[in-house]
């Protein structure tokens, strides 16, 4: 049937199979997720009328969007391959044409590009990389490796109070500098030893600093299947290193590397 002019797609992602597949009803609200296929690529979508998901309620957009992962999730272990679009990306359907159609059309015009984009992304997963630091310890070992340090906290000792209060300022600043160094130092060696066992590498924002750590890195990682275990194990090398923790989450459909 012809398509109203309200009438969309909800689109989850495009998978890397050409067969008419229904996923069932696990799509937000409980609709009716299946693909449209075009050629050997398809869109996972479900029926919806061509406006966004919107509510005040932050409980109820939390459900839809854990919804529209989970069937993102779905799709990528039933076909191999996705490239998930983010939650509430909507394909609208002209007036007068057919739904099915409409889709397949859009497929058909991107094929090329979408068809590229899945064989990056083939065989590989998204895992989350945080490396974090304790400063209490970190700052110890600066001050022990540190001779300008060394020698101001010897001097502060020998100081009268107002002088030693001047001196106390200088030694906080200068290890600040230290530190600051210290965590571009270990930002670039980490950064250096997990980019060799990835294929693809975002660099994301640091999180706020928690109770006793803070986060000096943090990377989207696109990770093969033949790769994932020794980046692993590079990682539980860097714990090793005094006074820093890794988190290493994941696998995930490859949400940072689709564009």
Known sequence: ???SATEGRYLYCVADTGDRISLGAIGIDGNEVYTV??????????????EPYKSDDGAKLRHWAMAHQATVDNAWNRCGAVLPFSFNTIVRIEAGRDARQSVSRWIEDN???LRQKIERVKGRAEYGVQVLWEPKLVAEDIAK??????????EIR?????????????LEGLLRKEMEAGADRFFKQCYSRIRVFAD?????????????VQMILNLSCLVSKDSYKDL????????????LSVRFTGPWPPYSFVG
């Not at 693809?200 to 006793?212: G, I, L, R, S, T």
């Open 200 to 212: 693809d590498v975002h660099v994301e924002k640091v999180k706020m600093a928690e109770a006793e």
């Open 145 to 154: 490796t540190t001779p300008e340090l060394s020698r101001l906290e010897e």
């Open 232 to 243: 692993g194990e590079e990682l539980d090398k860097i714990c090793q290193i005094r006074g």
């Open 111 to 113: 094929h090329e590009r």
């Open 158 to 170: 020998s100081k009268p109070r107002g002088m030693a209060y001047m001196y106390r300022q200088r």
């Open 1 to 3: 049937m012809p398509g």
């Open 37 to 50: 296929s075009y050629r050997d690529i398809s869109a996972v979508v479900h029926d919806c009328p061509a």
